[in-house]
């Protein structure tokens, strides 16, 4: 990936197997959006009171030309504890590529739309 990708943790051990993961599914957003300007990801762990076992929080900011940047921030359910960083990472990215299909879709609407815009078709009576 070309663009600049910034990885921060907060409450986690920093981990180059860790950022390599964050690295590679990074990459792969560009074959969803391939116009991207920039990728922020932060890898937490809040401190929580819960004996359901660790909670990751992953929070992904995506920068889109010419709109605000694309947020995505996953943290399963309490009942749902990942206790796995490399499961909440998958699916953190997972929702990621589901949103940024989304803005594509509409960015290329938008576009077809202005485009591509013809005149009503008479009523017919």
Same mark, same amino acid.
Do not use: M, N, W, Y
């Given at each position: 990936m070309n663009k600049p990708l910034e990885i921060t943790f907060q409450g986690v051990e920093k981990s180059d197997a860790i950022e390599a993961t964050?690295?590679?599914?990074?990459?792969?957003?560009?074959?969803h959006f391939d116009r991207l300007?920039?990728?922020r990801v932060v890898v937490?762990?809040?401190?929580?009171?819960?004996?359901?076992?660790?909670?990751y *929080?992953?929070? /992904?900011?995506? %920068?889109?030309?010419?709109r605000a940047p694309v947020v995505i921030t996953h943290e399963p359910e309490v009942t749902q504890a990942s206790q796995d960083? *490399?499961?909440? /990472?998958?699916? %953190?990215?997972?929702?990621?590529?589901r949103r940024l299909d989304d803005t594509a879709t509409q960015m290329s609407g938008t576009a077809k739309a202005e485009r591509g815009?013809?005149?009503?078709?008479?009523?017919?009576?």
């Open positions: 964050i690295a590679e599914k990074a990459a792969k957003l560009e074959k300007t920039h990728v937490a762990a809040p401190h929580r009171h819960s004996h359901k076992g660790k909670i *929080q992953i929070k /992904i900011e995506v %920068g889109v030309p010419d960083l *490399q499961t909440a /990472i998958r699916d %953190g990215f997972d929702a990621a590529c815009r013809r005149r009503p078709s008479p009523v017919r009576e």
